[in-house]
């Protein structure tokens, strides 16, 4: 199974950017990638996906502000987050669209106020 390894978060703060970076051990060529988050207490939740053709998509919280991106030579998968509030403060994974891989550590991202 492919195995995922997200990198990237830190402490920023709000108004500051970050961008992070997934490593899959195997290819990635024909799959429908996203970036997921879950906040403490809150449900894990899709913030942006990517077609196999890089046709992306995003979630009305962060619309506008990140931008999610891949590289299937290098089978890298990224988000970049511009303008960051506090509300986006959450452990980041990548992972498949269909099809759930093992989920990796997750990367934290902590916006302060």
């Known amino acids: 199974q492919v195995q995922l390894v997200e990198s990237g978060g830190g402490l920023v703060q709000a108004g500051g950017s970050l961008r992070l970076s997934c490593a899959a051990s195997g290819t990635i060529f024909r799959i429908a990638m996203g970036w997921y988050r879950q906040a403490p207490g809150k449900q894990r939740e899709l913030v942006a996906g990517?077609?196999?053709?890089?046709?992306?998509n995003y979630a009305d919280s962060v619309k506008g502000r990140f931008t999610i991106s891949r590289d299937n030579a290098k089978k890298a998968v990224y988000l970049q987050m511009n303008s960051l509030k506090p509300e986006d403060t959450a452990v980041y994974y990548c992972?498949?669209?269909?099809?759930?891989?093992?989920w990796g550590q997750g990367t934290q991202v902590t916006v302060s106020s």
């Open positions: 992972n498949a669209l269909n099809n759930i891989a093992p």
């Open positions: 990517i077609s196999h053709d890089g046709i992306s």
